[in-house]
T-cell receptor, first 113, second 120 residues
Framework: GQQLNQSPQSMFIQEGEDVSMNCTSS?????WLWYKQEPGEGPVLLIA?????ELTSNGRLTAQFGITRKDSFLNISASIPSDVGIYFC?????????????FGQGTILTVHP | GAVVSQHPSRVICKSGTSVKIECRSL??????MFWYRQFPKKSLMLMAT?????????EQGVEKDKFLINHASLTLSTLTVTSAHPEDSSFYIC????????????????FGSGTRLTVV
């Protein structure tokens, strides 16, 4: 089936540093979503992208929908300790309005104070 | 915003018993619900997709007789793990997608808070 390759798998950074992670696929997606998951909780939506080339910000977070529709990145600026968690990209294929999501493998983010 | 309530958050059961997990959309109509399984520090693995009033569609390799899914109403879906065994221990998460308002605006995907199942 379709796969999303997410990298890096993990990041250890100092508070205040910027973070960048990305997802690529061999398939074209109609929608890209970025989620954050904390231990023992379900994923929480951070940013949703619906158009190729779209660049969207949510506070310190910025994400872009690649022009080829096969990739997306998420940037976090000026990281803080509460940014710790697992970040997942997810893509929805076209053709079905209520289609299922394909998830990346996740990026584990650790922020040292 | 959209809220999906999932219960219980944690459950411990004996091997051979069945466990039911509920997923409710609190403020929107969930026309489609998705059930995922997640292992520690791993990604979400889709188990099945259910549409209200119809049978669930299971992903390849997921036993439909073991993981019973019911989506009887637009606000409730349940996952029952039948005859649970230790290898069924995992984190199970539901996700709902639906519409809201008179214009049936797409509400996107909202996840429940997950259920930690431990089978002993």
């Amino acid at each position: 089936g379709q796969q999303l390759n997410q990298s890096p798998q993990s990041m250890f950074i100092q508070e205040g540093e910027d973070v960048s992670m990305n997802c690529t696929s061999s398939s074209i997606f109609n929608t890209w979503l970025w989620y954050k998951q904390e231990p023992g909780e379900g994923p929480v939506l951070l940013i949703a992208l619906y158009k190729a080339g779209e660049l969207t910000s949510n506070g310190r977070l910025t994400a872009q929908f690649g022009i080829t529709r096969k990739d997306s990145f998420l940037n976090i600026s000026a990281s803080i300790p509460s940014d710790v968690g697992i970040y997942f990209c997810a893509g929805q294929l076209g053709g079905t309005s209520y289609g299922k999501l394909t998830f990346g493998q996740g990026t584990i983010l650790t922020v040292h104070p | 915003g959209a809220v999906v309530s999932q219960h219980p958050s944690r459950v411990i059961c004996k091997s051979g018993t069945s466990v039911k997990i509920e997923c409710r959309s609190l403020d929107f109509q969930a026309t489609t619900m998705f059930w995922y399984r997640q292992f520690p520090k791993k990604s979400l693995m889709l188990m099945a997709t259910s549409n209200e009033g119809s049978k669930a569609t299971y992903e390849q390799g997921v036993e439909k007789d073991k993981f019973l899914i019911n989506h009887a109403s637009l606000t409730l879906s349940t996952l029952t793990v039948t005859s649970a065994h230790p290898e069924d221990s995992s984190f199970y998460i539901c996700s709902a997608r639906g519409v809201v308002g008179p214009q049936r605006e797409d509400y996107g995907y909202t996840f429940g808070s997950g259920t930690r199942l431990t089978v002993v």
